[in-house]
């Protein structure tokens, strides 16, 4: 039987891959550079914001609106997990998770707050992760991230430092394939779901 430490778990670990914080140190301080401190802390609150909204209105309507489409949990895993599949894999073969970005007064909301912090990967893995396991790991998961990723935010340019952009790199690029992982098993988890199931 899962403890409910042991279910969080596992809906932290995915969530934290799709989100992957430590990609978006090297684009963030690209996007921020030369800004006043003042004004980076208003981007920052500004993406926050716009990412937490984002993935909870999608987390609380997003199961509602595939059945009112008709999409099955298993169609979704197959789909979902092909969708994290093709996103990790852009990311471990590309320079960059993103392409050029530029900046103005809505910098925090877009590009960062979305997709950067909350893009396709983490919108993806939520709905998931909601059948799977529910509403309030899955919750859960999703504010301990967006937590994470506040500090990442806040100390960005120490990271970036410290790490080097090799070195943040490598990081995001273990989190890509942990990423790719997770997808090949949500795959494989819909793909038995449909053998177990007769088509309706």
Known sequence: MQTSVHVFWLCFVPMFA????????????????????????RVI???????????????????????????????????GGALLFVISLRGLLGSERYGELSGDDSLGAVPIGMPLIVGPATLTTSILLLDQHGALPTALAMVSNLGLTAVTLFGASRIQRVLGRS??????????????????????????????VPAT
Do not use: C, H
């Open 45 to 79: 609150l500004q993406s926050l914001v716009t990412a937490t909204a984002v993935a909870f209105a999608f987390l609380i309507a997003g199961r509602a609106l595939f059945r009112m489409l008709g999409v099955s949990v298993a169609d979704f895993m197959v789909a």
């Open 18 to 41: 799709a989100m992957n914080p430590i990609s978006i140190v090297p684009t963030f301080n690209a996007l921020t550079d030369g800004l006043p401190a003042e004004r980076v802390r």
């Open 167 to 196: 070195g943040s790199k490598a990081l995001a690029k273990i989190a890509e394939l942990l990423l790719a992982a997770i997808a090949v098993m949500i795959v494989r988890r819909g793909i038995a779901q449909f053998l177990a």
